[in-house]
T-cell receptor
Framework: EAGVTQFPSHSVIEKGQTVTLRCDPI?????LYWYRRVMGKEIKFLLH????????ESGMPNNRFLAERTGGTYSTLKVQPAELEDSGVYFC????????????FGPGTRLTVL | EDKVVQSPLSLVVHEGDTVTLNCSYE??????LLWYKQEKKAPTFLFML????IEKKSGRLSSILDKKELFSILNITATQTGDSAVYLC????????????FGQGTELSVKP
């Protein structure tokens, strides 16, 4: 069974540009989460989808971040316009409602904003 | 506010040593505690603990939870260089969709 995949693995952009990150969860997982790790800090929650609906977006830093999960399968996270402080590693995780709290993580996208 | 604190933040040992990593938590309505291992890429799931005093074991790794004192430990015996990684402890937040609160992680380096 394929795990959680993310694309791209690394993105380098200039301040003011737009970047879109993609996450493909494990097939059949209704729950999809986005997290971010900024250098030197712990991994922090951004938002949670249940199927195509946003369940909790309390961790989204500001309105420059837009997440979607059309059709309840893959998800995208767009940052527009990117700022220097958006640099970090963006992780996606998915979980099955039947497995309790265990979330399975993707390899992350390392975003560098210059 | 829910919080997870790990110690030490980094640790260097030699192959064959035994290590103990600590995780303390302050959460309302405890549900479970999760341990992950992160090498270069994705954090990989190790254990989920829900009950006090019951050890979870997988090969040389084991973990136990103390709900009274609000902490968990992760033990690795006979360490190998392949155990070098960041070990993460996390709590799902009750009634908030299970989003995880992470500790800072413990960076373990095992020298030959």
């Amino acid at each position: 069974e394929a795990g959680v995949t993310q694309f791209p693995s690394h993105s380098v952009i200039e301040k003011g540009q737009t970047v879109t990150l993609r996450c493909d969860p494990i097939s059949g997982h209704d729950n999809l989460y986005w997290y971010r790790r900024v250098m030197g800090k712990e991994i922090k929650f951004l938002l949670h989808f249940v199927k195509e609906s946003k369940q909790d977006e309390s961790g989204m830093p500001n309105n420059r971040f837009l997440a979607e999960r059309t059709g309840g399968t893959y998800s995208t996270l767009k940052v527009q316009p990117a700022e220097l402080e958006d640099s970090g590693v963006y992780f996606c995780a998915s979980s099955d409602a039947w497995e309790g709290d265990t979330q399975y993580f993707g390899p992350g996208t390392r975003l560098t904003v210059l | 506010e829910d919080k997870v604190v790990q110690s030490p933040l980094s640790l260097v040992v030699h192959e064959g040593d035994t290590v103990t990593l600590n995780c303390s938590y302050e959460v309302t309505n405890f549900r479970s505690l999760l341990w992950y291992k992160q090498e270069k890429k994705a954090p990989t799931f190790l254990f989920m603990l829900t009950s006090s005093g019951i050890e979870k074991k997988s090969g040389r790794l084991s973990s136990i939870l103390d709900k009274k004192e609000l902490f968990s430990i992760l033990n690795i015996t006979a360490t190998q260089t392949g155990d070098s990684a960041v070990y993460l402890c996390a709590e799902p937040v009750y009634n908030q969709g299970g989003k995880l609160i992470f500790g800072q992680g413990t960076e373990l380096s095992v020298k030959p």
